[in-house]
């Protein structure tokens, strides 16, 4: 399975997605329209897609999955 085909749904509101870990990676889209989305560090291979504020800090990476 590649990131592409993996979908983290957060449908409904509440406390931002936070995702800190500097050694952390995830994959997938994370999918938050009621909510905001804050990485600091990390690896995310994927997309982030928020109703709130999307907040990238410090050594945060982002490589997007393009369609294959």
């Not at 291979?45 to 928020?50: H, L, S, V």
């Amino acid at each position: 399975m590649t990131a592409n085909h993996i979908l983290w749904n957060f449908p409904t509101a509440g406390s931002d997605i936070q995702f800190f870990k500097p050694v952390a990676v995830a994959f997938g889209t994370f999918l938050a329209p009621q909510r905001g989305f804050i990485q600091d560090h990390g690896d995310l291979e994927g997309a982030a897609i928020a109703g709130g504020t999307l907040k990238f800090h410090s050594a945060a990476l982002v490589n997007f999955c393009p369609q294959p």
